[in-house]
């Protein structure tokens, strides 16, 4: 069974920094990784998608990196800002139609 | 472009009543799903389909219905409610394909059982 891990589970930073949240998965039969950003009662908005034949994504500040071998994609955010604060979210889509979450990483940029 | 639209979004319900999120989406995407998240747990898939006519199960899908009678909708019924299934629940769409797997949410629906 197909497992999404992020660490870490919370991350708070001063405006400025580059940071970056790690996921992990544990089958590498996967079609897609995408990277999911979550403000507080909403719903989610994506961020990234990157194919299984690709090995990264950007988009602005952000810049997503998949390694399908070791089952590994980072989400790095440079200069980040206080409208960065919100939950991010890492899914992979599985052969099957079906995408599995982790649980995200609530990050907090403080002004 | 209205997107992914559920109602309600918010429900309290009692422990054996039945009631329907709705789910609509204007984007003409075949592909369309319900998740719901708990804390600690991620989003979790209930039930999924691939177009009018066809729903298959996903990760927890005791407890809940579906069905797909046309492109736009995909409601989740609860036949009797239980306080497991407190919980937020998205909808979620996107385009069949999977070279083209980027998935839109709706706003969520949260629902009290008690």
């Known amino acids: 069974k197909q497992e999404v891990t992020q660490i870490p589970a919370a991350l708070s930073v001063p405006e400025g920094e580059n940071l970056v949240l790690n996921c992990s998965f544990t089958?590498?039969?996967?079609?897609?990784l995408q990277w999911f950003r979550q403000d507080p009662g909403k719903g989610l908005t994506s961020l990234l998608l990157?194919?299984?034949?690709?090995r990264e994504q950007t988009s602005g500040r952000l810049n997503a990196s998949l390694d399908k071998s070791s089952g590994r994609s980072t989400l790095y955010i440079a200069a980040s800002q206080p409208g960065d604060s919100a939950t991010y979210l890492c899914?992979?889509?599985?052969?099957?139609?079906?995408?599995?979450f982790g649980a995200g990483t609530i990050l907090r940029v403080k002004s | 472009n209205a997107g992914v639209t559920q109602t309600p979004k918010f429900q309290v319900l009692k422990t054996g009543q039945s009631m329907t999120l709705q789910c609509a989406q204007d984007?003409?995407?075949?592909?369309m799903s319900w998740y719901r998240q708990d804390p600690g747990m991620g989003l979790r898939l209930i039930h999924y389909?691939?177009?009018?006519?066809?729903?298959d199960q996903g990760e927890v899908p005791n407890g809940y219905n579906v069905s797909r009678s046309t492109t736009e909708d995909f409601p989740l019924r609860l036949l009797s409610a239980a306080p497991s299934q407190t919980s937020v629940y998205f909808c979620?769409?996107?385009?069949?394909?999977?070279?083209?797997?980027?998935?839109?949410f709706g706003e969520g629906s949260r629902l009290t059982v008690l």
């Open positions: 899914a992979v889509m599985e052969y099957g139609n079906k995408l599995v």
């Open positions: 389909s691939v177009g009018a006519g066809i729903t």
């Open positions: 990157i194919q299984s034949s690709q």
């Open positions: 089958d590498s039969a996967i079609y897609n």
């Open positions: 979620a769409s996107r385009l069949q394909g999977m070279n083209t797997g980027e998935l839109f």
């Open positions: 984007m003409n995407h075949e592909y």
